[in-house]
Every structure is written in structure tokens, then in C-alpha cells.
T-cell receptor, first 113, second 113 residues
Framework: DVKVTQSSRYLVKRTGEKVFLECVQDMDHENMFWYRQDPGLGLRLIYF???????EKGDIPEGYSVSREKKERFSLILESASTNQTSMYLC????????????FGPGTRLTVT | AQKITQTQPGMFVQEKEAVTLDCTYD???????LFWYKQPSSGEMIFLIY??????QNATEGRYSLNFQKARKSANLVISASQLGDSAMYFC??????????FGTGTRLTVIP
């Protein structure tokens, strides 16, 4: 089974802090994604990556950056956390193919105070 | 731009009954894919079913089937013989570009014993 893990289930940070959210997948997938999920808005794509050291902006990249130094690991960085970044963050991975279904991690619920 | 619409914020169904969750999409691309995901209260997104735009038959996976009406641009999820464990959020998503998914806002399904 594909396994996508995220470094924390719950995280509380202060405004202005630099925050790192880590995601690791064990199926050698080429594609990795970061989403945020907010009530009534569904999942919105922040950034994605097709390969090591490669990144593309999604729909809401402002205030975020990413890093992919190894194929299995995709990090989301909040350079200076703000209260409007309080949300559920979901990481996913997929392998190019017919269906491209994405496999998701358990999510990190981030609270910025 | 891609657009996925789920018009039912919440649905109730009696245990053992069937339920249909609505999803409409909008794309000018002739090649696309449609997905349904389930998100239980634990938070993890679980892939349920996939329909490709060129698939001749409606997709089925166990108790899940996708009622795909291409001309109406709808991809409704049908869950037969509902179980208490089906209570969850359900998201419709469309494959965009090479690998990305664009999600709807979700429908919360509650199964009543």
C-alpha cells in the first residue's frame, strides 16, 4: 500500500514564526502536492512538484514556499506564519499514469495564534 | 478555468438505502478525468472511484458507482446499501493539465441508523 506520512497531526505556532511541514511518501512517486483545506472551500492546491528540485505554483501559493531535495520528501514552508494560514494541510503523491489518482497523508492541522 | 460544483453541503440517508451525491464540472478539454474521494472524521482522503472522459461505461467499485452524463457534464456518485461507516465528507475532483486535481467544496453525508 502507498503510504504518505506527514510530520505532525497538530501544530500550534505563533504569528511571524517560520513553519516547516514535512511530507514523505514511500512509493517512489514522481508527483507530490500540498493542499490546504478550509470549511466551505474544499481543497485548494498550494504547490506541486513533478520531480526533484522542481516546483510549480498552484492556485494559492502566496505566503508559502516548498522544497523537494529528495524524491520521497516534499516540504511546505510558511516563511512568516499568519493567522489566516490556520488551516488543515494535506500532502498527496501520485504517479503519472492512466488515472493519476492521488494518495493523501493524514493531514496537519495548523493553528497560528 | 476548471470548475467543480457540489451543490449539496449536507445529505442524510437511511442505513441500507441508496444515496446520490451530485457533482457537475466544466471544462473545454476533451480529455479529462473525474474522481471521488471520501474524507472520514479522521481527516485522511480516501480515493473511491475514477471515470475517464473517454470511458464508455460508468465506473463501478463495489457499492460505489459513478453516474457519468457527459452531455450534462455531471459525474454523480451513487452509494448503494448505505452503511454507518459511510458517514463522511465526499469530494468530487477533476483532473486538470497533466497531473493536478481540482476539488469541489464537498458534501457531508450522514447515515442514519
Amino acid at each position: 500500500d502507498v503510504k504518505v506520512t506527514q510530520s505532525s497531526r497538530y501544530l500550534v505556532k505563533r504569528t511571524g514564526e517560520k513553519v516547516f511541514l514535512e511530507c514523505v511518501q514511500d512509493m517512489d512517486h514522481e508527483n507530490m502536492f500540498w493542499y490546504r483545506q478550509d470549511p466551505g472551500l474544499g481543497l485548494r492546491l498550494i504547490y506541486f512538484s513533478y520531480d526533484v528540485k522542481m516546483k510549480e505554483k498552484g492556485d494559492i501559493p502566496e505566503g508559502y514556499s516548498v522544497s523537494r531535495e529528495k524524491k520521497e520528501r516534499f516540504s511546505l514552508i510558511l516563511e512568516s506564519a499568519s493567522t489566516n494560514q490556520t488551516s488543515m494541510y494535506l500532502c498527496a503523491s501520485s504517479q503519472p499514469g492512466t488515472t493519476y489518482e492521488q494518495y493523501f497523508g493524514p493531514g496537519t492541522r495548523l493553528t497560528v495564534t | 478555468a476548471q470548475k467543480i460544483t457540489q451543490t449539496q453541503p449536507g445529505m442524510f440517508v437511511q442505513e441500507k438505502e441508496a444515496v446520490t451525491l451530485d457533482c457537475t464540472y466544466d471544462t473545454s478539454d476533451p480529455s479529462y478525468g473525474l474522481f471521488w474521494y471520501k474524507q472520514p472524521s479522521s481527516g485522511e482522503m480516501i480515493f473511491l472511484i475514477y471515470q475517464g472522459s473517454y470511458d464508455q461505461q460508468n465506473a463501478t467499485e463495489g457499492r460505489y458507482s459513478l453516474n457519468f452524463q457527459k452531455a450534462r457534464k455531471s459525474a454523480n456518485l451513487v452509494i448503494s446499501a448505505s452503511q454507518l461507516g459511510d458517514s463522511a465528507m465526499y469530494f468530487c475532483a477533476q483532473k486538470t493539465g497533466a497531473n493536478n486535481l481540482f476539488f469541489g467544496t464537498g458534501t457531508r453525508l450522514t447515515v442514519i441508523p
